[in-house]
């Protein structure tokens, strides 16, 4: 049996520079989909507006009807 309780990997790397290594690319993956999601977020934010303004355009609409039923019920 060997002294050295495991073996050095085939590509010479520690294993400290091959953790880093993938968290790099973890971190760099990450970074993208980050980027995606903002993206998403600002494509989807034009919709969310006009849905606003529609519903405010609806709430005039309908305190405009109150308002005659109002009238029409005082006559």
């Known amino acids: 049996m060997s002294e050295e309780p495991t073996q050095n990997m085939p590509d010479g790397r520690s294993f400290e520079e091959r953790v880093f290594t993938c968290l790099d690319s973890i971190d760099a993956r990450l970074q993208a989909f980050e980027s995606q999601a903002e993206r998403r977020a600002l494509e989807t934010k034009p919709i969310w507006e006009r849905a606003l303004a529609e519903l405010l355009e ?14 029409l019920s005082r006559a």
């Open 58 to 71: 609806l709430k005039r609409s309908l305190e405009n009807v109150e308002r005659k039923i109002d009238v």
